[in-house]
């Protein structure tokens, strides 16, 4: 008969054969394993100092999710009187200092933890790579590893007073996912900005994304269609490049009920900006993507203002 597998929340977990071997077989079948991370205590302590915080999903690679979350946060420290951070827990593949025009800074410890990178004054970007010593140098690391590094992130940097605290995520439902839900267990997350393109292979994708927010009690703010189109910057014309041919994000949305947050058109000029490192939203203010990003912007800022406690206005 095949053995099933032994989890550590069962009451055979550290007994049986299949676990002879495993390095965690006493912790497993002592319950240890049952108990709370302190951390997570610990990470509620150091963020009682963050008002909001706003995680950036996608579900499927190449989505443009970096490029939103950057944006997001531009727009968002657009306002002088906000303090904004930026935390990129992709472990593997790390963009966002590149699309912030941060490559080659590092990060500085001082007394009260790590201090993060900043592009504006109230602007702090924080990412492993700024811990590597080239951006060719590949992270290649298990689960625990890449677990370790996200509670580092989010216990040992000093943010400081922030207003908002954007979370940009890989793709999928995995280790950084999981180790981000669970450590913000105790401080709250605001909700999740889910991003998708409008043809059926990345809805696919994203609909697990939506699945995994409702398993995991996180609320979705609302899903934004990247690439929705293609505005010819000269003659003004709109063309699909990714048709949608299952009705994209606006028929998703209808179907799970939830708000359809805006759709950003394809432009040529935000991928140069992001690949000079620059924000996108200041170098073509007046473009229909620019006024997109603007209009979803100010969704996810009156969601976060209707979220908010007597005591913490946003």
């Not at 009187?81 to 410890?109: F, N, T, Y």
């Amino acid at each position: 008969m095949e053995e099933r597998p032994i989890t550590w929340g069962s009451d055979q977990a550290g007994k049986s054969s299949a676990c002879q071997g495993c390095p965690n077989q006493n912790i497993c079948a002592s319950g240890a394993a049952k108990a709370p991370d302190p951390a997570i205590e610990e990470i509620r302590q150091k963020l009682t100092s963050v008002k909001h915080k706003i995680l950036v999903l996608s579900g499927k690679g190449g989505v443009g999710k970096s490029t939103f979350s950057a944006h997001l946060s531009h727009a968002l420290a657009s306002d002088d009187s906000k303090e904004v951070a930026l935390l990129d827990v992709d472990i593997c593949g790390p963009s966002i200092p590149k699309i912030m025009g941060l490559e080659g800074e590092q990060v500085h410890q001082s007394g009260s933890g790590w201090s993060p990178v900043y592009v504006e004054d109230n602007l702090a970007v924080m990412s492993i790579g700024f811990l590597l010593s080239s951006p060719d140098d590949a992270v290649i690391w298990r689960g625990p590893k890449k677990n370790g590094m996200i509670k580092q992130f989010l216990r040992d940097v000093d943010w400081g007073e922030v207003d908002y605290l954007i979370v940009d995520t890989p793709p999928g439902t995995s280790d950084e996912h999981l180790s981000i839900v669970q450590y913000l267990s105790g401080a709250g997350i605001d909700g999740a900005a889910i991003i998708t393109t409008p043809q059926e292979v990345s809805l696919q994708d994203v609909r697990k994304e939506i699945r995994f927010c409702k398993k995991v009690k996180i609320p979705v703010i609302g899903v934004i269609e990247n690439m929705s189109g293609f505005v010819c910057p000269k003659c003004k014309n709109t063309s699909q490049i990714f048709p949608p041919t299952t009705g994209g994000a606006q028929r998703m949305c209808e179907e799970l009920n939830l708000p359809l947050l805006g759709r950003v058109p394809l432009d040529p000029r935000i991928g140069r900006s992001c690949d000079e490192g620059r924000s996108f939203l200041t170098e073509v203010p007046d473009s229909p993507a620019a006024v997109a990003y603007q209009n979803i912007v100010q969704k996810i800022r009156d969601y976060c203002s209707s979220h908010s406690t007597p005591d913490d206005p946003c």
